[in-house]
C-alpha cells in the first residue's frame, strides 16, 4: 500500500491591532512649573532644622530620599576608587580608614532616613 503524505497547513498570519498605549506624560499627570527664582525670594525660609515651614508629603519625602540614596551611592564609589588606587602594601592603615568612612556615611544615612519616615 501506498502511503500519502499530507502537507502541513501553511502558518496563518493573523494581524492583531495593538492596544493604544498609555503615554506615560498622561499617567504622570500635569506637571507645574516649578519657578527657581520663587524659591530664592524667602517666603519659604528653611528652619535651623533643615525642614521648610510647610509639612513635606510622604512622596516627596521619598523623592528626597531617593535623591539622598544616589549622591550617597556616587560619594561611596568616588571612596572606593580612592582605596582601590592605594597601593597594596604600606597602606593597610589609610585603606582601613576610607573602609570605615564609607560604612559610617552608610549607616548615617540608614538611620537618618528611618528616624525621618518615622517622624
Do not use: W, Y
Not at 16 to 40: C, F, I, S, T, Y
Amino acid at each position: 500500500s501506498v502511503r500519502r503524505c499530507r502537507a502541513m497547513p501553511k502558518k496563518v498570519k493573523v494581524k492583531v491591532k495593538k492596544a493604544k498605549g498609555v503615554k506615560k506624560n498622561q499617567l504622570k499627570g500635569k506637571r507645574r512649573p516649578q519657578d527657581g527664582d520663587a524659591k530664592m525670594d524667602g517666603s519659604g525660609a528653611v528652619e535651623a532644622g533643615g525642614s521648610t515651614s510647610k509639612r513635606e508629603t510622604a512622596r516627596d519625602l521619598f523623592r528626597r530620599h531617593a535623591a539622598e540614596r544616589k549622591k550617597s551611592r556616587a560619594e561611596v564609589a568616588e571612596l572606593k576608587k580612592q582605596r582601590m588606587r592605594l597601593p597594596k602594601k604600606g597602606q593597610k592603615d589609610a585603606k582601613k580608614a576610607l573602609t570605615q568612612k564609607i560604612k559610617v556615611l552608610q549607616a548615617q544615612l540608614l538611620a537618618r532616613h528611618a528616624a525621618e519616615r518615622e517622624a
